[in-house]
């Protein structure tokens, strides 16, 4: 007697994935670390706050012990000054010492700034990028063509090759000639370089409203992203308040927020003379701000300030910045990540400007809009 078996679906409560308690604080712990600008001991605070409240740790396995296994991993360095390395006098489990992260730990919080922006990112070539035209490359288009002196032999496709062979001199006296060889045609590749310019003025952290730390995650992801995935492309970054200063990469976690006005002049500046020194034919600047041009340096050395609404002196030479890159063929995309309304159409106008790209956005989409027009901006500059 056949038995009627029904196929179905069961419905169980999640279970999140079994963590040891080390996982689950140096996960808080990552986080904390990028908030605090790679403040080891304001980290540790937040971290205990946050054990007294939510019991992350047991008798058995403390923060101390915490603090131990992120020595113990190469996460974390202990310093003594002279005298100290008694401990004595330090806080428990500190040794006694100044801690401070590592270049390993740096790495991790870049990586973890590139899985939470850009998660969602499709696996592509090292350093190569779809320029919309065909050329030497190593994506197959599709397309077939003749073959030309200087291609090489792992691009003839010989299924074609043989059966124009078999049309053009028939089966029984087959020759492959070379006029009857066919090439796969390949995508042509191409190479950018990128300056990313970062607003450290104070409004980046008024009104209680940290911006600076989404800015720095984004600048974290996309230097993670361009080193490892496109290692062929450049990536330069630069910070600006009253003047403007490049930053090596691993000092992104210790990015902080100064008493400074906004001198975007000087920023473009610098990028413009960035980008004048790479050989790559693409390039571009990414603008990260939530003020307005509120300062200039004057010829003089002395410093040009205006906080109260948009001073037309100062947006004036904005404008003539826009313009310049444009003629160096150098689009600005500007991520503006404030609403107000008068500064929106100054980002607008600067756009125009340089007929770059601008998007007004809050905090919450800034990190993935970047990519998309990173991806984006690239292929419509290379048609």
């Known amino acids: 007697m056949a038995m009627n078996v029904r196929n179905g679906f ?6 999140a994935p079994e963590q040891s308690i080390f996982d689950k604080l140096f996960d808080i712990f990552q986080e904390l670390i990028t908030h605090t600008s790679g403040d080891f001991d304001e980290a540790i605070d937040w971290l205990r706050e946050l054990d007294k409240e939510y019991e992350l740790t047991t008798e058995e396995y403390t923060i101390d012990d915490f603090i131990e296994d992120l020595k113990a991993k190469g996460y974390i360095r202990e310093e003594f000054k002279d005298g100290d390395g008694d401990g004595e006098d330090g806080e428990e489990g500190s040794g006694g010492g100044d801690i401070s992260i590592t270049a390993k730990m740096e790495r991790i919080i870049r990586k973890r700034a590139l899985d939470q922006i850009f998660g969602k990112i499709k696996r592509s070539g090292s350093g190569n990028h779809k320029t919309g035209k065909s050329g030497q490359g190593d994506e197959h288009t599709g397309d077939f063509r003749e073959y030309r002196y200087g291609d090489g032999l792992e691009n003839i496709s010989m ?11 028939g089966i029984g006296s087959f020759q492959l000639s070379e006029e009857d060889l066919v090439v796969e045609d390949t995508q042509h590749k191409a190479q950018m370089s990128t300056v990313l310019m970062i607003d450290i003025s104070h409004s980046m952290i008024l009104y209680g409203e940290d911006r600076i730390t989404p800015a720095k995650k984004v600048a974290m992801a996309l230097a993670e992203l361009i080193t490892t995935r496109y290692p062929k492309d450049t990536l330069d970054i630069l910070v600006f308040g009253n003047d403007a200063w490049p930053i090596p990469i691993k000092d992104l976690p ?7 006005h906004t001198n975007t002049v000087a920023g473009l500046q610098l990028a413009m003379d960035m980008l004048r020194r790479k050989r ?8 990260i701000t939530d003020g307005k041009p509120s300062c200039l340096r004057m010829p003089d050395g002395t410093y040009y300030k205006n906080s109260v609404g948009l001073d037309d ?8 910045m826009a313009r310049q890159a444009r ?3 150098i689009p600005i995309t500007t991520f ?4 107000d309304p008068y500064l929106m159409q100054f980002i607008r106008h600067f756009t125009e400007a340089n007929k770059g790209k601008a998007f007004f956005t809050g905090l919450k989409g800034l990190g993935e809009m970047i990519f998309e027009d990173y991806e984006a901006n690239r292929k419509k500059r290379l048609k």
């Open 254 to 260: 210790y990015l902080k927020v100064g008493p400074y």
């Open 159 to 169: 299924t074609e090759s043989l059966k124009n062979a078999q049309i053009n001199h």
């Open 327 to 329: 003629k160096l063929h």
């Open 336 to 339: 503006m990540i404030a609403q």
């Open 313 to 320: 002196f100062i947006v004036e030479k904005c404008y003539n």
């Open 280 to 287: 790559n034919t693409n390039k571009q600047i990414f603008m």
């Open 10 to 15: 069961r419905f169980e409560t999640y279970e």
